[in-house]
Nanobody, 119 residues
Framework: QVQLVESGGGLVQPGESLSLSCAAS????????MSWHRQAPGKERELVAR????????NYADSVKGRFTISRDNAKNTVYLQMNSLKPEDTAVYYC????????????WGQGTQVTVSS
């Protein structure tokens, strides 16, 4: 059974930092590209950051470049999202995604974690 469990969400003030984690089980973690997505109320889910299966390549949405950093530890089956200089517009439910590098149908989502940036 595949499980992606996000943690680390919460309420912070603008300008503060937060770190999210996503622990995977039931998959061969090193065979999956990992990504973080977010969905704000009334908006579509959007890609925030993506990291290749080896960790050698990363991509970011323009809105978070320079503020967010995605990383992974294949020994711990975990992907991280370090979020700095948070803004109110970063408020959303953040979801972890795992996609197999060869078999596109092997695509899994976590349950999401709420991030709220407010003064």
């Amino acid at each position: 059974q595949v499980q992606l469990v996000e943690s680390g969400g919460g309420l912070v003030q603008p300008g503060e930092s937060l770190s999210l984690s996503c622990a995977a089980s039931g998959i061969t973690f090193s065979s999956y590209a990992m990504s973080w997505h977010r969905q704000a109320p009334g908006k579509e889910r959007e890609l925030v950051a993506r990291i290749s299966s080896t960790g050698g390549s990363t991509n970011y949405a323009d809105s978070v470049k320079g503020r967010f950093t995605i990383s992974r530890d294949n020994a711990k089956n975990t992907v991280y999202l370090q979020m700095n200089s948070l803004k109110p517009e970063d408020t959303a439910v953040y979801y972890c995604n795992a996609q197999h590098i060869m078999i596109r149908s092997r695509d899994y989502w976590g349950q999401g974690t709420q991030v709220t940036v407010s003064s």
